[in-house]
Nanobody, 115 residues
Framework: QVQLVESGGGLVQAGGSLRLSCVASGNSFVIKHWGWYRQAPGKQRELVAVMSSGGTTNYADSVKGRFTISRDNDKSTVYLQMNSLKPEDTAVYYC?????????WGQGTQVTVSS
């Protein structure tokens, strides 16, 4: 079993920045990819960014050039640096870890961007 704990969410003004962190713990695992998703009120959960085990990244068009996903393998941690935040980025952000045998989700962290 793997547990994911996110942190770093909060309230920020439009144009500001936040960095989300997600730490994985538990049994040893082989990572296929990390991902960050978000879900705004009344909307479906959507992919924000993903990073493969080889380091390849992909981003939603809405965040390209503003958000950056990165990782620290030694710390089993993935980050989401969010710059130039917009009110439409307001959502609960979820960390996702896909291993060779299962997919795991964090509990979510709220990001609120005020105009």
């Amino acid at each position: 079993q793997v547990q994911l704990v996110e942190s770093g969410g909060g309230l920020v003004q439009a144009g500001g920045s936040l960095r989300l962190s997600c730490v994985a713990s538990g049994n040893s695992f082989v990572i296929k990819h990390w991902g960050w998703y978000r879900q705004a009120p009344g909307k479906q959960r959507e992919l924000v960014a993903v990073m493969s085990s080889g380091g390849t990244t992909n981003y939603a068009d809405s965040v390209k050039g503003r958000f950056t996903i990165s990782r620290d393998n030694d710390k089993s941690t993935v980050y989401l640096q969010m710059n130039s935040l917009k009110p439409e980025d307001t959502a609960v952000y979820y960390c996702n870890l896909v291993t060779m045998i299962a997919s795991y989700w964090g509990q979510g962290t709220q990001v609120t961007v005020s105009s």
